[in-house]
Nanobody, 123 residues
Framework: QVQLVESGGGLVQPGGSLRLSCAAS????????MDWYRQAPGQERELVAAITNGGSTNYADSVKGRFTISRDNAKNTVYLQMNSLKPEDTAVYIC?????????????????WGKGTLVTVSS
């Protein structure tokens, strides 16, 4: 019904920047929160940044001041601008979104995950 497709990952040197994108497509009436998570090898998945449909944002302490989350509601897309990258930022970055569907009698929300995009920070 809904696909989330991430792009923009890659290899970058410490101190460099990357911009991730996540586009949602399919049966979408509207989207509530859109989030970026990351999962490093052997680690649990952690929330990196979140943004509501009104534009309010929230960040993990480890990325505050370096990462910026934004969204384009017309394109059903969320972005993550990552600056001053560190080796410890190396992980698979995964998009999450709460999608509102229109049912027969009422609307309902479902949570979707993308497959992730790999970010490697190394010299």
């Amino acid at each position: 019904q809904v696909q989330l497709v991430e792009s923009g990952g890659g290899l970058v040197q410490p101190g460099g920047s990357l911009r991730l994108s996540c586009a949602a497509s399919g049966n979408i009436h509207s989207i509530n929160a859109m989030d970026w998570y990351r999962q490093a090898p052997g680690q649990e998945r952690e929330l990196v940044a979140a943004i509501t449909n009104g534009g309010s944002t929230n960040y993990a302490d480890s990325v505050k001041g370096r990462f910026t989350i934004s969204r384009d509601n017309a394109k059903n897309t969320v972005y993550l601008q990552m600056n001053s990258l560190k080796p410890e930022d190396t992980a698979v970055y995964i998009c999450n979104a709460e999608i509102i569907h229109l049912g027969v009698a009422e609307s309902y929300a479902m949570n979707y995950w993308g497959k992730g995009t790999l970010v490697t920070v190394s010299s």
